[in-house]
């Protein structure tokens, strides 16, 4: 079977709107935790800070954009099943690389080499949920790949993090936030589009039927889920800076 006989948009373009639009959200959230980690001046605030925004850039922007954009992927003909275990390590991978990524810029001194480090590895945790995800996938046949087109999903990863990042930490304000959500939303639904454009399979009715989840049944609870993080998120983020605006206990006009 060739690379035409799938489609990546089988439930209808609903699928990129809200991956995108997911992504962007996740990626929002995760990097305004980064700028928060980096305001703190206590370590375990900062500590605290970097870890809500790997879940928040890692656990939302990238693995559930990830699973809602792979709502639309379909090979005619065959079932696909996805194996939880791989699925879980994927969400794992991600929000632990990009942990690693985000405490090179909010636990130690800032420099432009560890942002471009940083990037490069928040672009390399999108690209391996990407790929290790992929590997999750169970039906009857096999998926190959365009190398060209992987490396060239790797490097728009690195390349559109790294820019958000920048926007983050360089140029503070509010319009360069949200410019750098959009552009960390690029990164992942471009990188995602892109790995998938790179996607070759070939079936074989005489394998058995695939064992695991249906995708749909992944994404749901992850949904829900992430909605009430998403929720949580936000209430920290709002609460704690309305602190900053609140006279000391005791002071006097």
Same mark, same amino acid.
């Given at each position: *079977?060739?690379?035409?006989? #799938? =489609?990546?948009?089988?439930? !209808?373009?609903?699928?990129?709107?809200?991956?995108?639009?997911?992504?962007?959200? $996740?990626?929002?959230? !995760?990097?305004?935790?980064?700028?928060?980690?980096?305001?703190?001046?206590?370590? !375990?605030?900062?500590?605290?800070?970097?870890?809500?925004?790997?879940?928040?850039? $890692?656990?939302?922007? +990238?693995?559930? #954009?990830?699973?809602? /954009?792979?709502?639309?992927?379909?090979?005619?003909?065959?079932?696909?099943?996805?194996?939880?275990?791989?699925?879980?390590?994927?969400?794992?991978?991600?929000?632990?690389?990009?942990?690693?990524? %985000?405490?090179?810029?909010?636990?130690?001194?800032?420099?432009?080499?560890?942002?471009?480090?940083?990037?490069?590895?928040?672009?390399?945790?999108?690209? $391996? #949920?990407?790929?290790?995800?992929?590997?999750?996938?169970?039906?009857?046949?096999?998926?190959?790949?365009? =190398? &060209? %087109?992987?490396?060239?999903?790797?490097?728009?990863?690195?390349?559109? /993090?790294?820019?958000?990042?920048?926007?983050? %930490?360089?140029?503070?304000?509010?319009?360069?936030?949200?410019?750098?959500?959009?552009? *960390?939303?690029? /990164?992942?639904?471009? *990188?995602?589009? &892109?790995? *998938? /454009?790179a996607v070759r399979v070939t079936s074989d009715?005489?394998?058995p039927a695939p064992r695991g989840t249906a995708?749909?049944?992944?994404?749901?609870? +992850?949904?829900?889920?992430? $909605?009430?993080?998403?929720?949580?998120?936000?209430? #920290?983020?709002?609460?704690?800076?309305?602190?900053?605006?609140?006279?000391?206990?005791?002071?006097?006009?």
């Open positions: *079977m060739n690379h035409e006989s #799938m =489609q990546h948009f089988s439930s !209808g373009p609903w699928t990129l709107v809200l991956a995108y639009g997911v992504s962007v959200i $996740g990626s929002l959230i !995760g990097l305004s935790c980064m700028a928060r980690a980096r305001s703190e001046p206590a370590r !375990g605030a900062k500590v605290r800070w970097t870890v809500l925004g790997a879940f928040a850039i $890692g656990g939302i922007a +990238i693995w559930l #954009m990830h699973f809602i /954009a792979m709502l639309g992927f379909d090979v005619p003909g065959t079932t696909i099943k996805y194996s939880a275990p791989l699925t879980a390590l994927s969400a794992l991978v991600a929000v632990l690389v990009v942990g690693v990524g %985000l405490s090179l810029v909010t636990l130690v001194r800032f420099t432009r080499m560890r942002l471009v480090l940083a990037g490069a590895l928040a672009g390399v945790g999108v690209a $391996g #949920m990407h790929y290790l995800g992929m590997s999750a996938i169970r039906f009857k046949g096999d998926i190959f790949y365009d =190398q &060209t %087109l992987v490396a060239a999903s790797v490097a728009i990863a690195v390349a559109a /993090a790294t820019a958000a990042f920048w926007f983050t %930490l360089v140029v503070k304000t509010a319009v360069a936030s949200v410019v750098a959500g959009l552009i *960390m939303g690029v /990164a992942v639904t471009g *990188m995602h589009y &892109t790995g *998938m /454009a009715a005489s394998l995708v749909f049944d992944l994404v749901f609870p +992850i949904f829900v889920i992430s $909605g009430l993080v998403v929720g949580a998120l936000l209430w #920290m983020l709002f609460t704690t800076a309305n602190d900053s605006f609140r006279e000391p206990a005791g002071s006097s006009g």
